[in-house]
C-alpha cells in the first residue's frame, strides 16, 4: 500500500500506550491504514489495528528491526507514547523527495542530547529524535536502517539517538528536520506559538507514561500540558529564577540574553 503507520510495542504497559495512540490517529485520520508489531499479537484488541505482526525479537529497541518489515512505500512511525491531535495532512509527501524524515531532540544543551559514539558534531547537529519517523522504502533507506541496527547491537548505548546522531552525520542519506508541530516533545511552546504560527499535530511526550513509574495516568493534551507547565516553572527556579518572576513577561527571554551575553564574554 502506499501509505500507512506503523506502531511497535513490546509488553503489556507499552501496548496499551500504542492502542492509546493509535486510537487518537483514527479519530483525527480516519481511513489512514496503521498496523502494529508486538511481541503479543494476540493482545492487540480486535479491530484497531488493520494488521498486526510479531516482532522479530523483543527487545528495548525491537523498531530498529521493525521499520524494514513496513508493508507500506511510505510510512509513519509513531512511539507508543504520543497522541495523534490533528490531521497528518500532506505529510507524506514529504517521503517523495526525502528518504527520511524526523525532528530535533529538545534539552540540546544537555550531555544526553549531544552524545555521539566516534563523530564529534557541531552543536548544530544535535541528536535527532526517533520517536516519530516518517521513511520511503527505498534501498537507501533499508541500507539505513540495518546499519543502525547492527551498529545500536554492537555498541552497548542504550538510545539508538547516540548511533542515530553518528550514522546521519556521515550518511548520503537525503534526510529532512521536521517541523517541532509534528514531534511535539516540548508541550509548553503551545504557550507561545501565535495561531498562525503552527498546527500541533503529533504530541509525543514521556507525560504518558508518569503510570509506569507509579504516578497518575495522564491520557490527554491538557493534562499533559499542565504538567510541563509545571516542570517548566520548577526547572527555571532550580537554575535560580524564583518561580514568582517567571511569570512576569519577558522574564525568561531576559535570561536568555544575559546567558548569551555570558557565553560571548567567555569565548
Known amino acids: 500500500m502506499r501509505d500507512g503507520v506503523i506502531y511497535v510495542a513490546t509488553g503489556a504497559e507499552h501496548l496499551a500506550l500504542a492502542r492509546q495512540s493509535a486510537e487518537s490517529l483514527r479519530r483525527t485520520n480516519p481511513g489512514v491504514p496503521v498496523d502494529l508489531f508486538t511481541d503479543a499479537p494476540a493482545d492487540a484488541g480486535a479491530g484497531l489495528f488493520d494488521r498486526v505482526f510479531p516482532v522479530p525479537a523483543a527487545h528495548q529497541r525491537a523498531k530498529l528491526d521493525c521499520f524494514a518489515l513496513s508493508r507500506f512505500d ?32 529538545v534539552r540540546r544543551r544537555s550531555a544526553l542530547v549531544r552524545e555521539g559514539l566516534a563523530e564529534a558534531t557541531p552543536y548544530a547537529f544535535p541528536q535527532l529524535n526517533s520517536g516519530v519517523l ?57 504557550d507561545a506559538w501565535e495561531p498562525l504560527d503552527a498546527r500541533p499535530t503529533i504530541l509525543h511526550s514521556h507525560r504518558l507514561k508518569d503510570h509506569l513509574a507509579g504516578g497518575a495516568a ?20 532550580d537554575h535560580g529564577l524564583p518561580r514568582d518572576r517567571l511569570r512576569q513577561a519577558g522574564e525568561i527571554l531576559d535570561v536568555l540574553l544575559a546567558g548569551l551575553a555570558g557565553s560571548r564574554a567567555a569565548e
Open 134 to 190: 516518517l521513511y520511503r522504502k527505498s534501498p537507501a533507506a533499508l541500507a539505513f536502517f540495518a546499519e543502525w541496527a547492527r551498529l545500536y547491537r554492537d555498541s552497548g548505548v542504550s538510545r539508538d539517538q547516540v548511533v542515530l546522531k553518528d550514522l546521519l552525520w556521515r550518511s548520503e542519506l537525503r534526510f529532512y528536520v521536521l517541523p517541532p508541530e509534528f514531534n511535539l516533545r516540548r508541550v509548553t511552546l503551545l
Open 218 to 237: 495522564v491520557t490527554g493534551l491538557d493534562a499533559v500540558l499542565e504538567l510541563e507547565r509545571a516542570a517548566l516553572l520548577a526547572e527555571w527556579a
Open 74 to 105: 511510505r510510512t509513519l512511525f509513531l512511539d507508543s507514547d504520543t497522541l495523534v491531535l490533528a490531521p497528518l495532512g500532506d505529510l507524506f509527501e514529504v517521503a517523495d523527495r526525502f528518504d527520511l524524515a524526523l525532528a530535533h531532540d
